[in-house]
């Protein structure tokens, strides 16, 4: 069975930076490219970054791209995220790309003030 957890959201002030981590377990991160995921207050959850299965170059959304870095390490997905902007602001995700709809965690949340 598929578990997500997510950690290491929090309270940053803009320009600052956060790294997420998401600790996965049932092979998910072997078996199926891995992505983040961002919901904003009121809005609908997207995909913001994906790294793929095979190990080639990640791929992120426009409003990430150069400022955010998604790894794994065995089976813990990260999301270093830097120069953070009050845009920022969501609840954060991870599951595989595309994803399991029943796996879903609680995400993590990150707040950034300006």
């Known amino acids: 069975q598929v578990q997500l957890v997510e950690s290491g959201g929090g309270l940053v002030q803009a320009g600052g930076s956060l790294r997420l981590s998401c600790v996965t377990s049932g092979g998910i991160v072997s078996a199926r490219a891995m992505g983040w995921y961002r919901r904003p207050l009121g809005l609908q959850r997207n995909l913001i970054a994906t790294?793929?299965?095979?190990?080639?170059a990640a791929v992120y959304a426009d409003s990430v791209k150069g400022r955010f870095s998604i790894s794994k390490v065995n089976n813990i997905v990260y999301l270093q995220m830097s120069n953070l902007k009050p845009d920022d602001a969501a609840d954060y995700f991870c599951?595989?790309?595309?994803?399991?709809?029943?796996?879903w965690g609680q995400g993590t949340r990150v707040i950034v003030s300006s």
């Open positions: 599951n595989s790309v595309p994803p399991i709809d029943s796996s």
């Open positions: 790294l793929p299965r095979g190990g080639d």
